[in-house]
């Protein structure tokens, strides 16, 4: 599985759209983006995935850009609830088993 | 549905101490994991099961036993504590079929090697 890299913290103003990158420049063409978030010292959370097309569901958007070396994950309305680790990760849809983790980018949003 | 239940909550060993780390899940998903996420850290893989009755290595598999009991079931051993094994362990599950990736996680284990 391809490796991403997160900035480690980020903040953003409650109300605001949360716009957090990773950087999976060697993904290879069959690999999807997935998106996690751990709220606290909860279990991670499945958020939203895709494979080259931008993807919105109820909780945020998802950007990937042409050449899928890098994507941002939106959260469009930020609330102190989506106070969390978020979680980049890049693997193959089927196959695969391993599922690893990075470290993650830190978002903390201010009221 | 319950998803995925972990037991205990919380433990405290000593140093050499053995048990086993509890995980069931009730959605008739074929893989299941084990992680480990130390302070301030991300989460780790130790072990991991495709399906039922078989397991392979993660990252940090040292010092850990897996057992798929059955569909739902995936256990882990720790056959003699030692400090460094102080952690957050999450059991997770996934359906394991084409086109159905997203992991499913359980509320951890907070275990303390003393």
């Known amino acids: 599985d391809a490796k991403t890299t997160q900035p480690p913290s980020m903040d953003c103003a409650e109300g605001r759209a949360a716009n957090l990158p990773c950087n999976h420049s060697?993904?290879?063409?069959?690999?999807?983006v997935y998106w996690y978030r751990q709220i606290h010292s909860q279990g991670p959370q499945y958020i939203i995935h895709?494979?080259?097309n931008n993807e919105t569901n109820e909780m945020a958007s998802l950007i990937i850009t042409e050449d899928r070396k890098s994507s941002t994950l939106i959260l469009p309305h930020a609330t102190l609830r989506d106070t969390a680790v978020y979680y980049c990760?890049?693997?193959?849809?089927?196959?695969?088993?391993?599922?690893?983790f990075g470290t993650g980018t830190r978002l903390k949003v201010l009221a | 549905n319950a998803g995925v239940t972990q037991t205990p909550k919380f433990q405290v060993l000593k140093t050499g101490q053995s048990m086993t780390l509890q995980c069931a899940q009730d959605m008739n998903h074929n893989s299941m994991y084990w992680y480990r996420q130390d302070p301030g850290m991300g989460l780790r893989l130790i072990y991991y099961?495709?399906?039922?009755?078989?397991?392979d290595k993660g990252e940090v598999p040292n010092g850990y036993n897996v057992s798929r009991l059955n569909k739902r079931e995936f256990s882990l051993r720790l056959e003699s504590a030692a400090p460094s094994q102080t952690s957050v362990y999450f059991c997770a599950s996934r359906p394991g079929l084409h086109g159905q990736e997203t992991q499913y996680f359980g509320p951890g284990t907070r275990l303390l090697v003393l």
């Open positions: 099961s495709a399906s039922e009755g078989t397991t």
């Open positions: 895709g494979l080259k």
């Open positions: 060697t993904i290879s063409g069959n690999e999807y």
């Open positions: 990760i890049v693997r193959f849809d089927s196959g695969t088993y391993k599922y690893i």
